[in-house]
């Protein structure tokens, strides 16, 4: 993960630098901000910041304000849908997990909706605002007396990580064990694990509102180690106190199939009654339910 321009916020307002797309309303925001918090002026912001070959779209701006970092994703909306959240928050995920230096700072989710003219709040653990209101945003993180950090690009210089990647695939991967042997309990604290790490993991019975989760999180191009879909099937059933498998294929197929996901899992169960004790079998092991406009 690299930037490809950084400075001052002052530096910022002096620079031809193209901001991101879809982040016109980033100068004007910090240009407001700066004139309410001069001490803002001297914080650190970062621009182009790429995740690695394969995910997603990183965050329209990082800034570092004294041991603070506010990953800022930006969405099209007037409210946050779980989609917007959990994009967010992989994004941080991403952050700590290649570059090691970042995971001894506060790195903050902050999500932006640009159709609102909202004050922040905090919204399940993610800052929530609105491109006019970034000095509010400043205000409730309790930085107006947050000096600029003594290194404000070392966390960036590091060389990336890999082993937490493969940390993240193997609690899926322990998730997927656990649930296949019929440990659901175990299953359900793994999840809450998975979750803490930035991985979504949900259960619908609807497809729509699956599709429209992932084309709302990826913005219609979801990456090749984005969530994992996974559709239940009649071929692998709870009966009440334990799966009734096929072949010992079955299994293994679905532990590859749910373990796979590099940003989570979306389950989709058939809505038909003879999927009711699994569905909520599946419910009982972790997985959130995904319903409405996501």
Known sequence: MT???HGTFDALAASPYDLPPGAPWLGAGLESAMAQLPVCRGWEIFLGVRLPPGGGRGPVAIIQAGRYLLVLACASA???SQAHLDRVLAMVRDVRRFHPGARGLNAVPVLILTESDMRPVLHDGIFVGSPGKLYGLFKMLGLENTAPAAEPAAWLSESPAAASEVDLANDMAAWAAELLAGHLPSARFLATLARDQGLAMYLTRDPQVAAAYLDT????????SGVAVVGWEADLLWTGAAWEPGPSETLEAYRERLGQGGDGLLIVVPPDERFDATFAALAAAGPALLEGAN
């Open 78 to 80: 007037s409210q946050p």
């Open 3 to 5: 930037g490809s321009w």
């Open 217 to 224: 999180r990826y913005e219609g191009n979801p990456p090749p």
